[in-house]
């Protein structure tokens, strides 16, 4: 109903960059595509973490950790999603998911996995000094 898969992650030297992307399909979404869609990571041995989250009117919001550093977009189609992650740090290696909340349903405030029922099979990221 909802299929979301993550491309792009890899190794990379620390202050380097790689670009994220997910191709975003699914029969409950109606025209306009999915209201809400973001990133989370997880490092080994931790619990998931918010990355960034753009709504159906581009409006973003980031975790402190990648202000400055990530940038979450979307294609017109709604049907692509990407993160631009420069000047990369160690502290980036995780898997990284994309996710998008319920069809239909606007971001909620609280920028938390529980408001997010669709998740990829996640890409790996690994950033080396």
């Known amino acids: 109903q909802v299929q979301l898969v993550e491309s792009g992650g890899g190794s990379v030297q620390s202050g380097g960059s790689l670009r994220l992307s997910c191709a975003i399909s699914?029969?409950?979404?109606?025209?306009?595509?999915?209201?809400?869609v973001g990133w989370f990571r997880q490092r080994a041995g931790q619990e998931r973490e918010a990355v960034a989250r753009?709504?159906?009117?581009?409006?973003?919001r980031y975790i402190d950790s990648v202000k400055g550093r990530f940038t979450i977009s979307q294609d017109d189609a709604k049907t692509s999603l990407y993160l631009q992650m420069s000047n990369l740090k160690d502290d980036d290696t995780a898997m990284y998911f994309c996710?998008?909340?319920?069809?239909?349903?606007?971001?909620?405030?609280?920028?938390?996995?529980?408001?997010?029922?669709?998740w990829g099979q996640g890409t790996q990221v690994t950033v080396s000094t």
């Open positions: 996710v998008s909340g319920e069809p239909g349903l606007w971001c909620h405030e609280r920028f938390s996995a529980t408001y997010f029922s669709y």
């Open positions: 753009i709504d159906r009117d581009g409006y973003t």
């Open positions: 699914g029969s409950r979404y109606d025209a306009n595509g999915p209201y809400c």
